[in-house]
């Protein structure tokens, strides 16, 4: 079975829905939305992404040969479950915020609108790809607002949950406003800058620290940053200022040096008047080892003389809050809107759009979630992406989606820069989506 593909990627509830849907003649077009019930603590905001990915999955949606054969074998699906599913392509509509906007809790992030069997088979995959790629891009931003316009790379591959959420992190990292990559494939992939410097390893394998600086030198000489913290770090810039001269012979410049260890700050200040000391002043200091956005707040606070971070781990799990309290729910089926009424997971019915108003300031004033018909003044913020299974243009470049996010935070009002907890953005119900949640309990 070398062709199992990703619509089995899902949960097994998915097909036996599915299943009963079709045997029931139940296939009038559903409206699902997905959306963030709350924020994870400290957050004020979300970034949206994965877009992308979820419409590439929706444009392949397909049953293989080998899935058929699975399902077969292992039983419960019927004769005509099956040849129901090898037919089976998304045929339906998608509308959905641009990856990169700012989002908050109830907003519906993504609306599908297709026949009902085609829309649930798709839920556990859309909520996938949304749920982490925005998680990873939200704590992206969290950074990328802490390192106060220094740049930031992604170092996570290494500790990333698999190779998808290595490449997938990379991307949502990059798309927020990380500045590159040490992942090769989500470089190539993607079309995002990579980086990289060396490990302690490589001078470990050397009997000194300068031979192994000259070697990694003479091998990239175009991009020279030396890690100098495998031993002593004072003692190794050092070093690199004693080889500075005999690499400039070679044609060779030193660009920077990394620091992985101890107290950061201390060491980038001893460092940078080793540098400077020995002519190196445009000699950047690079700074990694388990950083998140708090050491990075704290560091450019103090003013320590860095020049760039690294950031792993902590961005690539989003390690402080590691998934979303997300959602897929029906809100409408053959004319009919659908409302879930649980106690603390309420829903509201109906196809919604979002409304955002700019103050005066040209910062975000106020959301109002309404029914799709209404006009309300603001920017609407749900677009038309897909048409009967289709792309309505092509997907934006990263390019495009990283400008679109930059403005994007540059809308964000200064309390909802903050790395603790700002009063929450006022996101409004407006009035005829309260009638229509009226209406329906009624009916219900």
């Known amino acids: 079975m070398n062709d199992l593909s990703e619509s089995l990627l899902t949960d097994l509830y998915e097909l036996t829905m599915a299943q009963a849907y079709v045997a029931q003649n139940m296939t009038g077009e559903a409206v699902f939305e997905f959306f963030v019930r709350k924020l994870p603590t400290r957050r004020n905001f979300l970034?949206?992404?994965?877009?992308?990915?979820?419409?590439?999955?929706?444009?392949?949606?397909?049953?293989?040969?080998?899935?058929?054969?699975?399902?077969?074998e292992k039983g419960?699906?019927?004769?005509?479950?099956?040849?129901?599913?090898?037919?089976?392509?998304?045929?339906?509509?998608?509308?959905?915020?641009?990856?990169?906007t700012v989002c908050f809790p109830h907003e519906p992030i993504l609306r599908i609108t297709a026949p009902l069997p085609q829309a649930q088979l798709v839920e556990t995959r859309v909520m996938n790809l949304l749920n982490f790629q925005t998680m990873?891009?939200?704590?992206?931003?969290?950074?990328?607002?802490?390192?106060?316009?220094?740049?930031l790379i992604d170092f996570g591959l290494r500790r990333a949950h698999g190779a998808e959420a290595g490449l997938l992190a990379a991307r949502a990292s990059y798309l927020a406003g990380f500045a590159g990559t040490s992942n090769a494939l989500a470089g190539a992939q993607f079309a995002i800058p990579t980086y990289g410097t060396m490990a302690h390893s490589f001078v470990q394998a050397h009997r000194d620290e300068t031979t192994?600086?000259?070697?990694?030198?003479?091998?990239?000489?175009?991009n020279v940053v030396l890690l100098i913290d495998?031993?002593?770090?004072?003692?190794?810039?050092?070093?690199?200022?004693?080889?500075?001269?005999?690499?400039?012979?070679?044609?060779?410049?030193?660009?920077?040096?990394?620091l992985d260890s101890g107290d950061l700050g201390i060491h980038a200040r001893k460092v940078r008047h080793i540098l400077d000391?020995?002519?190196l002043e445009e000699a950047r200091i690079l700074a990694s080892g388990n950083l998140d956005e708090e050491r990075i707040e704290a560091l450019v606070r103090s003013g320590a003389p860095i020049d760039r971070f690294a950031v792993g781990t902590a961005m690539t799990t989003s390690a402080d809050a590691p998934y979303l309290d997300c959602a897929y729910k029906l809100q409408e089926y053959a004319g009919r809107p659908c409302r879930k009424?649980?106690?603390?997971?309420?829903?509201?019915?109906?196809?919604?759009?979002?409304?955002?108003?700019?103050?005066?300031?040209?910062?975000?004033?106020?959301?109002?979630i309404t029914v799709e018909q209404e006009t309300l003044p603001g920017r609407p913020l749900l677009r038309q992406v897909m048409e009967r299974g289709r792309r309505v243009t092509p997907s934006p470049s990263i390019q495009e989606i990283r400008d679109y996010a930059r403005s994007a935070l540059a809308e964000l009002p200064d309390t909802l820069c903050r790395l603790d907890q700002a009063e929450p953005y006022e996101v409004r119900i407006a009035e005829a989506l309260e009638q229509l949640a009226g209406q329906v309990d009624q009916d219900t």
């Open 47 to 72: 970034m949206t992404a994965g877009l992308h990915q979820v419409l590439f999955f929706l444009e392949q949606f397909h049953f293989s040969e080998s899935d058929l054969i699975w399902l077969e």
């Open 76 to 100: 419960g699906f019927t004769p005509e479950t099956l040849v129901a599913f090898q037919a089976m392509r998304f045929t339906g509509d998608v509308h959905a915020m641009p990856e990169g």
């Open 136 to 151: 990873v891009a939200s704590k992206a931003c969290r950074c990328i607002l802490a390192a106060a316009g220094k740049p």
């Open 212 to 222: 192994a600086f000259l070697h990694i030198a003479q091998s990239q000489p175009h």
């Open 230 to 258: 495998t031993y002593d770090t004072e003692a190794a810039a050092e070093r690199v200022v004693m080889l500075a001269p005999e690499l400039k012979r070679q044609g060779i410049v030193i660009h920077g040096v990394r």
């Open 277 to 279: 000391r020995g002519g």
């Open 341 to 368: 009424r649980s106690e603390g997971k309420a829903t509201w019915p109906g196809r919604k759009q979002v409304y955002r108003r700019i103050g005066r300031d040209g910062r975000l004033a106020q959301d109002t």
